[in-house]
């Protein structure tokens, strides 16, 4: 099979070594991909949706998978399947779990999953009226996609205020927050799982634990995430209760609105003193969870992606080593703010050789003919170790991370440390 796969993140980076250690797969496309990849992938340019349906066609790619969120909130999967392209992800329709989080908080309070209490408002006025009698903290969420950095959590009415106006007035994250959730502010452990689901069955992956914030100790600024590791046993006792209460509530509620959900959906939950609550469904694959997940895998990953395409989830076993997977994100210093581009990365060839060890490349560029990488981006590249339990796969990927270097290289060095 020929296999594209769309975007150039980790997670892209990620899915794309998984596809091209499958033996069911001829070769693997990226579009745009990265030149981290090159080794792996033939990268095609993303102009526009039809461009790329044109080089679906004239590649002979068999099936589409999209890694990010955007594509998929801008209809590509209705753009590809209409024109009989095997494509896995949601529909536009069904992407707005992800893309509006005023309609997520609503479905889930339609289908009485368990999330934290919340109102949402268009209005500055009225926001700021409620949050004048609201109990602190609180947290205030864009509507729209902002790439992991549009959620604010208040200690005090000043700082809601501030981040009501940067979001509604000043629109820091464009259209996004024009409209915001408040919502009542959860305390527990956070853990994530994936759902691959053909719009009727579905399975579930291990779970795994991100690091959102840039600085240790879950501190700081939140990211795109800082690191992820799996599989997260605390989470593992919940899994019939989470199944119950988060996921069939919500796609059999979904099957009787006539939409199909058929892709992969990722919940993220906080694990409160009473139970598992969403903070958020997003619609695909979470990076850098993917980054920690995919390598323990044993499944094919294309007999999945067959799975989800054809409707056969039900039939689909998944299989997963029992090894413990920590992927540690390297980006430039500054990064979520400013920070400079164009840093030559130097990898010591030491690190090909340790066993159980992926390098992830996410925003990287070439000067020139050479196989030089340089940074272009905040989260510029992870790694993920394997061991067979969590405090070795930890210490094998602090010592693979000490043999890369560029300048102004930045990670926090505590994932998987802080575990709760
Ligand atoms: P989200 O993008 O909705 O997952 O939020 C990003 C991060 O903000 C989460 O991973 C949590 O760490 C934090 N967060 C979001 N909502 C809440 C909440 N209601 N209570 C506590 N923390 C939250
Ligand atoms: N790791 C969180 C996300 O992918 O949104």
């Not at 200690?155 to 259209?175: I, K, P, R, T, W």
């Not at 099957?255 to 906080?270: C, F, R, T």
């Amino acid at each position: 099979m020929k296999v594209l796969v769309i975007g150039n993140g980790g997670r892209e980076s990620a899915i794309v070594r998984t596809l091209s250690k499958s033996s069911k797969v001829s070769q693997v496309f990226a579009s745009p991909g990265n030149v981290g990849m090159l080794k792996e992938a033939k990268l095609l340019e993303f102009k526009s949706f039809q461009d790329t349906y044109n080089e679906i066609v004239n590649n002979r790619i068999d099936l589409v998978i999209v890694g990010p969120e955007q594509y998929l909130s801008e209809g590509i999967v209705d753009y590809l399947s209409e024109r009989k392209v095997p494509v896995i992800g949601p529909t536009k329709q069904a992407a707005m779990l992800e893309s509006s989080k005023v309609y997520a908080k609503e479905q889930m309070q339609r289908y009485n999953i368990p999330t934290a209490e919340f109102a949402s408002f268009t209005s500055l006025k009225d926001a700021q009226n409620y949050i004048k009698k609201a109990k602190y903290p609180l947290v205030i969420k864009a509507d729209g996609l902002a790439a992991g950095k549009g959620v604010v959590i208040a200690d005090n009415y000043e700082q809601a205020s501030n981040a009501l106006v940067q979001m509604m007035d000043e629109l820091a994250f464009g259209n996004a927050g024009a409209r915001v959730v408040i919502e009542e502010y959860l305390v527990g452990w956070e853990g994530s799982v994936f759902a691959f689901t053909d719009g009727d069955d579905y399975k579930l992956t291990i779970f795994s634990q991100d690091h959102k914030r840039i600085l240790d100790g879950d501190l700081g600024a939140n990211t795109g995430g800082m690191g992820a590791y799996a599989p997260l046993d605390l989470a593992a006792p919940y899994i019939q209760e989470i199944e119950k209460s988060v996921f069939q509530p919500l796609f059999n509620g979904l099957k009787k609105e006539g939409v199909k959900y058929q892709g992969i959906l990722y919940a993220g939950m906080i694990f409160t003193e009473k139970g598992p609550y969403v903070l958020e469904y997003n619609c695909r694959l979470g990076d850098p969870e993917t980054q920690a997940v995919l390598p323990l895998l044993k499944t094919d990953f294309i007999d999945i992606c067959e799975a989800i395409d054809s409707e056969q989830i039900r039939h689909l076993n998944l299989e997963w080593s029992d090894q413990y997977a920590v992927n540690i994100v390297a980006a430039s210093q500054g990064y979520p703010d400013k920070y400079d581009k164009g840093k030559l990365i130097t990898v010591d060839p030491k690190l090909y050789d340790i066993e159980g060890v992926e390098l992830f490349y996410a925003n990287v560029a070439k000067k020139d003919n050479s196989d030089n990488l340089y940074t272009d981006g905040g989260r510029v590249l992870s790694l993920t170790a394997l061991a067979e339990s969590l405090d070795d796969s930890i210490v094998k990927a602090y010592s693979a991370m000490d043999l890369i270097h560029f300048e102004n290289m930045y990670y926090r060095k505590d994932i998987a440390r802080n575990r709760s």
